[in-house]
């Protein structure tokens, strides 16, 4: 069982960029890259939905409306997956989570992300 950490959301004006950050602790078997790993948000009155993939190879899978503009990756030494955000859109703004890919653990308390002028 991971424990699961995000950072890195806030406010942020339409076109803008965010590097979100999620770090893991607790088992880790052998090295966290054999970890399928994936971002989710939840919008405001919506359910949860998966964003961003990463697979144990590296490979990589996107949500539709965020594909070119996401770019999730992972540091396997520091035990972290990283989603950076660019060109930010108002309909971005949702409550990130990361988890397994699908979802194993716990969901952690997420980071807020907001995009507003």
């Known amino acids: 069982q991971l424990q699961l950490v995000e950072s890195g959301g806030g406010l942020v004006q339409p076109g803008g960029s965010l590097r979100l950050s999620c770090a893991a602790s607790?088992?880790?078997?052998?090295?966290?890259?054999?970890?399928?790993m994936g971002w989710y948000r939840q919008p405001p009155g919506k359910q949860r939905e998966l964003v961003a993939a990463?697979?144990?190879?590296?490979?990589?899978n996107y949500a539709d409306s965020v594909k070119g503009r996401f770019t999730i990756s992972r540091d396997s030494a520091k035990k972290t997956v990283y989603l950076q955000m660019n060109s930010l859109k108002p309909e971005d703004t949702a409550v990130y989570y990361c988890?397994?890919?699908?979802?194993?653990?716990?969901w952690g308390q997420g980071t807020q992300v907001t995009v507003s002028s």
């Open positions: 988890n397994n890919y699908p979802p194993a653990n716990s």
């Open positions: 607790g088992t880790i078997l052998s090295s966290f890259s054999i970890y399928p």
């Open positions: 990463i697979m144990r190879g590296g490979s990589t």
